[in-house]
């Protein structure tokens, strides 16, 4: 691991100016996933600017009946925290469903937002890398890649993020506040990662230096009935092989609205648009279900070894939306 | 002049305080260890992966190998060598030791800090990944053997003896009187009664 100064800063102005003098700075949060990568090589920090001690620990509500989540809140607070639990309960079992107790303990929500991909070659420095070394390739294409991205993927990179929080605010139409040098700045989280493209090193659209200072959920009744559901390959603490965060309102038979995104199919997480038109006021049906799904998975373009993400997902989204049409039927 | 990448720090581990130099690069894990000779503490995959090296932080358990020691100042730090209270063992210490939890007790340190925490937070009515509604009317789960594993799934034993492990988690909880959680209350005075 290269040496680094560590330096820790008590109001947020003081961590901007901190990391814009130096250009090998990062943020320390937690540090679960930093930490890790610097311990593979992959992160280089000259600087360390911990944010951890700054006021952005608080879950509050806001004037319109929403969240304000501060940037350092942790993992386990915003999953324990009351008002989540009740409003937007899909983004506590997301949160729940991540990591481990210990993790999820040190882990912050401005930190989540901004983890790197777990693609083996990426977190392998001895391995070609488009995304850690622009250029060098992309060996995940022909090599290991069943837990890769099936969706708004490229020829350059085929990584997923690794969050399940994300989904859930994705599906809850979060916005990202950010402070910068300059002043402060918000983003959709929908917004938040840019098209891999040719450039899968260029992660998010924060202006450079700019500190993830907050998430804000928008007041949203159809999500107090909502669910995420994660498959993954061992019942516990391991990654998404595929997961949707899904709302539902229906009255009738008729789908009032409702809010879809997924998780470990491409370099963010997929809210679902297509699906959610295709859905919106006609019946909530298991048919209607899978059509929606299928309207989504259509722009599917899977590789060799993990096709089978599209059925996963067309089971996931049909499992979940059933499940959620008959608790608001009752 | 070149930044300084090492810092005299003053760490609170298990009630006392120790003034030492550290690496910034150093982990909490390597300087229990290393540097304080606190070895009961230990360290596994150093990836944050098998939790055997977890201590609780301010009360709450973490992975001391990706807790960079120089963070950790001015934070409580309570390490397996802190539990015991004057020669008697912790609760949880003593019902690893009745019910077999270990086999060769690599990983025994870390299961148990984790499993005092996993107590605690259940207590103060935290839902996990398994709980079924996890709308606060729906109120704290009863800890099940299927909690727990959830609960403790952080915590990797290679010799398998999870099967123990879960049993003295149970038998601990059952010991605090885990009955109906006043949430609100219990979230406040969780720090202090762990720590």
């Known amino acids: ?330 | 002049m070149a930044p300084s990448t090492s810092s005299v720090i003053t760490l609170n581990i298990n009630g006392e305080k120790h003034t030492l130099p550290v690496d910034h690069r150093a982990t909490l894990l390597d300087a229990l260890r290393e540097h304080l000779d606190l070895t009961g503490t230990k360290k596994g995959c150093d990836q944050g992966q098998c939790g055997a090296c977890t201590v609780l932080l301010d009360g709450r358990r973490v992975v001391s190998c990706l807790q960079l020691a120089v963070a950790a100042e001015g934070h409580a730090v309570t390490t397996i060598e802190g539990l015991a209270d004057d020669g008697r063992l912790h609760p949880v210490q003593q019902a690893f030791l009745d019910l077999d939890g270990y086999q060769c007790g690599y990983c025994t340190p870390g299961q148990i800090c984790s499993a005092l925490a996993v107590i605690e937070e259940h207590a103060a009515g935290w839902p996990s990944a398994v709980t079924a509604d996890v709308r606060p009317e729906a109120g704290p789960p009863p800890l099940t053997a299927e909690e727990i594993r959830e609960r403790m799934s952080g915590n990797l034993c290679r010799c398998g003896a999870y099967v123990s492990i879960v049993q003295a988690v149970a038998r601990a909880a059952e010991a605090r009187g885990t009955e109906a959680p006043r949430a609100e209350e219990e979230q406040d005075d969780f720090k202090e009664a762990v720590a």
């Not at chain 1, 882990?107 to 083996?120: D, I, P, S, Y």
């Not at chain 1, 890769?148 to 139409?173: K, N, Q, R, W």
């Not at chain 1, 049906?285 to 309207?295: L, P, R, T």
């Open chain 1, 1 to 330: 691991m290269r040496e680094f100064e560590y330096r820790r800063v008590l109001d947020v102005s003081g961590a901007v100016a901190l990391l814009d003098a130096e250009p090998d700075a990062r943020f320390l949060g937690g540090g679960t996933n930093l930490v890790d990568l610097m311990k593979a090589g992959v992160e280089r920090p000259t600087r360390l600017v911990d944010v951890r001690e700054l006021p952005l620990d608080r879950v509050e509500t806001t004037a319109d009946g929403g969240l304000r989540i501060g940037a350092t809140v942790t993992n386990s607070d915003l999953a324990a925290h009351p008002e989540v639990r009740l409003r937007y309960p899909a983004l506590t079992q997301a949160v729940l469903a991540a990591a481990s107790g210990q993790l999820r303990n040190m882990a912050t929500v401005g930190g989540n937002l901004l983890q790197r991909t777990r693609c083996a070659y990426f977190t392998d420095v001895t391995q070609p890398c488009n995304k850690r070394a622009p250029g060098s390739g992309c060996p995940a294409l022909k090599g290991e890649h069943r837990n890769h991205a099936i969706l708004g993927a490229s020829e350059h990179c085929v990584a997923t993020h690794p969050s399940d929080m994300a989904v859930a605010l994705a599906a809850f139409d979060a916005v990202v506040s950010y402070e910068t040098a300059a002043g402060p700045g918000e983003l959709a989280l929908t917004d938040l990662y840019l098209s891999v493209g040719d450039t899968p090193h260029r992660e998010t659209a924060l202006p450079p230096g700019a500190l993830i200072t907050g998430v804000t959920l928008p007041p949203a009744p159809v999500a107090a009935n909502s669910r995420y559901r994660k498959v993954r390959e061992r019942a516990s603490f391991a990654f998404a092989i595929g997961s949707v965060a899904a709302a539902l309102d229906v009255r009738d038979g008729v789908v009032r609205e409702v809010r879809l995104a997924f998780g470990a199919v491409a370099s963010r997480p997929w809210r679902a648009r297509q699906a959610e038109r295709a859905l919106t006021g006609g019946p909530a049906s298991a048919e209607a279900f899978m059509a929606a799904a299928d309207a989504e998975l259509a722009a599917a373009e899977p590789l060799s070894g993990n096709a089978y993400k599209v059925t996963l997902l067309r089971n996931l989204v049909v499992a979940v939306l059933t499940e959620l049409a008959e608790e608001t039927a009752r």
